[in-house]
């Protein structure tokens, strides 16, 4: 049996407001990697609320619709930021409570990090260099945007013993299987939509993230959607509303849904229509859809692929 612990870091910045940011790549991996045989998987999300001691979270202030403020704490600023005159701070659990989870956890063999903004790469480096001094025996990967935007500094800054770089999870499987703790893959056991994100691996879940699609057909030169996901994925409705029923059943409070896609109102006549509609035939009356990411208006740009959209 192998055990994998899955972490999202802090973030460290300027300012940070939750609008749903919940690590959903990390939750469709452990999703993947629990289905083989003897992995036992677990998370630990530094900015999951309900870990802060009570007296921290009654400071903090949350909406019942999953958004709200993250519990800081002023941290020195990394040398290039030194003449900004802001407070620079670590967003999430404080660090005394990240050492007692890693201590309460069943000891990893692993460690799986994700970053989402590359920027927010001092939260990876701390986070990763505290797993180091708690489980000096467990390994640890680095993924997500930090090593998959800027491979050259992951590799050298981050601390993690493996960075895997890009949104395939074939690499991550191939290397877990060459230390031994995972079989070798199956033909398309990457394959992302295959699975559903591994909600329930949270004890309390306030919202729901939905992805419909995969990138975007657009090629915005400053925008990374392309070098993310170079292939634009789309989900079929029906598929998309049983993942909504599914964790609907699972916590029946649940009422806030936000969408992750880069181009949710793309087609959107044969694709989040048709999704809508089967929501409102079934149930669906008092969800709440929420789209913190852009919305996308279907306009010339896309499309376009000759980099001046
Ligand atoms: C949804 C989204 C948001 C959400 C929150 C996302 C979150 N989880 O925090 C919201 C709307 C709040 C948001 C906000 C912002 N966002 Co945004 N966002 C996205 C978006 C569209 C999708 C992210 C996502 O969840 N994808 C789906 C999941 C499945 O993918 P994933 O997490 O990357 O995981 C995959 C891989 O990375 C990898 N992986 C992940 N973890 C691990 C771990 C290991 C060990 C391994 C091996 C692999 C691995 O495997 C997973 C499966 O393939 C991306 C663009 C994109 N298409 O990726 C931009 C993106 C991440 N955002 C971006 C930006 C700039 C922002 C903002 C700064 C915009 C602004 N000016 O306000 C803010 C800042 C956020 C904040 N202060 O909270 C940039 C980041 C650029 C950068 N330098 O880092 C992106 C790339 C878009 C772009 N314009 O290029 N964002
Ligand atoms: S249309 Fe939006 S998501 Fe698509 S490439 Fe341009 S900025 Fe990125």
Not at 81 to 109: A, M, N, S, W
Not at 267 to 289: C, K, Q, T, Y
Request: glycine share 8%; hydrophobic share 40%; net charge positive.
């Amino acid at each position: 049996m192998s055990e994998i612990l899955l972490l999202n870091p802090w973030i460290t910045d300027f300012a940070a407001y939750d609008l749903w940011a919940r690590p959903l790549g990390l939750l469709y991996i452990g999703a993947c990697l629990r289905r083989l045989p003897g992995v036992g998987v677990r998370l630990l999300d530094c900015l999951d609320h309900a870990r802060l001691p009570p007296g921290l979270a009654a400071r903090v202030r949350r909406r019942a619709d999953g958004r709200g403020h993250y519990h800081r704490e002023i941290i020195a600023k990394p040398e290039p930021l030194r003449g900004i005159k802001r407070h620079y701070c670590r967003y999430g659990i404080p660090e005394e409570v990240f050492r007692q989870c890693l201590r309460q956890l069943p000891t990893p063999d692993v460690v799986l990090v994700t970053s989402r903004m590359t920027y927010w790469y001092p939260g990876v480096q701390r986070a990763i260099a505290i797993v180091r001094e708690e489980l000096p025996t467990a390994r640890v990967v680095l993924g997500g945007l930090y090593p998959t935007l800027c491979p050259r500094h992951a590799r050298q800054f981050s601390g993690a013993d493996a960075i895997v770089s890009g949104t395939r999870l074939e690499p991550l499987l191939a290397l877990l299987a060459s230390w031994k703790l995972v079989p070798p893959p199956a033909p398309g056991a990457d394959h992302l939509f295959s699975v559903t994100p591994a909600w329930d691996l949270y004890d309390k879940l306030s919202s729901l993230v939905l992805l419909t699609s995969l990138g975007c057909p657009g090629r915005c030169p400053y925008c990374a959607a392309a070098r993310l996901w170079p292939v634009y994925q789309r989900r079929a409705p029906g598929e998309v509303f049983a993942e909504l029923r599914q964790w609907r059943t699972c916590f029946p409070g649940l009422r806030d849904v936000a969408f992750y896609d880069d181009a949710l109102l793309l087609d959107a006549d044969r694709h989040l229509l048709p999704f809508l509609e089967l929501v409102g035939d079934n149930g669906g009356a008092g969800l709440r859809f929420h789209t913190p990411n852009g919305l996308h208006v279907p306009a010339a740009p896309v499309g376009r692929q000759d980099g001046q959209g």
